[in-house]
């Protein structure tokens, strides 16, 4: 066990999120953690796991939220001033604060934030909190798998599809990345679909990406003057008990899958996630 003198002195922040800065009702999101004085060594951690967040505010834009995470972890790891800090308290949503920073004696950095998620970020083992469903599952794996390849802070998150088509489309495409930076490359996208129609958006997400699918790629060969190769990730037939066995989630599973497929997207299934990721992983050279 480690001593206490043997301890490193470092400092804590917590984010959290505050969907009302009126009522200040709010829930812990993650953790920033570095040296005491120190930019230059530090990690920040959010949680994986939104449903208080969900529970707090049902259109909490979980994504978004995501997205700062890989942003505020590069801005870390480039700039060693104390000015950073002071970036990070004025540039953070509105929705997101930030508590002042806090002393802590850790064994080691990554050491320190598993214990500071676990005292203040991760629900108890026994806090009962509604299921992950529909895409909320999927885009959690999809995010467990790039990030065990190592390249998940490497990809771009919510891509505006309007940057591409025209202004007021108002869909995101999850993640995606360039695979190939020489000119006339490829630009791998992926959006997670659930085709469970257990679920409120259901088989309907299918129809909105195969509609949008062809003004993506046309605008992604005028913007980035590159390729698109547009992946929908979707779940396993049989975890959604769409089999023979239950005709009518059969058809509505063929349906959503052969709707994208007549429009050019490739559909996968989180089975297949592991495999996607390495090659990401090749691509992006990591």
């Known amino acids: 066990m480690t001593r206490e003198s043997e301890r490193r002195a470092c ?5 959290r999120y505050v969907p009302d800065p009126v009522r200040n009702e709010f829930v812990h999101i993650g ?4 040296e005491a004085g120190s930019l230059a060594r530090s ?12 529970c707090l505010d049902p259109n909490a834009d979980t994504a978004l939220l995501e997205a ?17 800090m002071r970036l990070l308290e004025e540039s953070l949503s509105l929705g997101v604060q930030m508590t002042e920073a806090k002393a802590y004696l850790a064994e080691s950095l990554p050491a320190g934030i ?10 108890p083992p026994k806090e009962k909190l509604p299921r992950l469903s529909g895409r909320a599952v999927i885009h959690a794996r999809m995010r467990r798998e790039f990030e065990h390849a190592g390249v998940w802070d490497l990809l771009r998150k919510r891509i505006a599809a309007s940057d591409y088509t025209r202004a007021g489309d108002p869909l995101r495409i999850d993640t995606g990345y360039k695979a190939d930076y020489r000119p006339n490359g490829l630009i791998r996208m992926f959006h997670a679909v659930s085709l469970d129609p257990g679920v409120a958006t259901g088989v309907e ?12 790629r046309a605008g992604v060969e005028r913007v980035e003057k590159a390729g698109l190769e ?5 779940e396993p037939a049989a975890k959604l008990g769409a089999t023979d066995e239950d005709p009518e989630r059969l ?13 050019q997207i490739r559909v996968l299934t989180t089975s297949d996630l592991g495999r996607v990721a390495e090659t990401a992983r090749r691509e992006l050279r990591v």
């Open 230 to 234: 547009l992946t929908a990730v979707i």
């Open 114 to 123: 598993e214990e500071l998620m676990r005292l203040y970020v991760d629900p």
């Open 205 to 216: 997400m299918a129809k909105v990406l195969a509609f949008s699918a062809a003004g993506l």
């Open 68 to 84: 700062m995470e890989s942003e505020l972890r590069q801005r870390l790891q480039k700039d060693s001033e104390g000015r950073l």
């Open 11 to 15: 400092e804590f922040q917590l984010l």
């Open 251 to 263: 058809a509505l599973y063929r349906f959503g899958v052969e709707t994208m497929e007549e429009h």
């Open 31 to 34: 953790v920033i953690v570095r």
């Open 43 to 54: 990690e920040v951690r959010f949680t994986r796991d939104w449903r208080r967040v969900r």
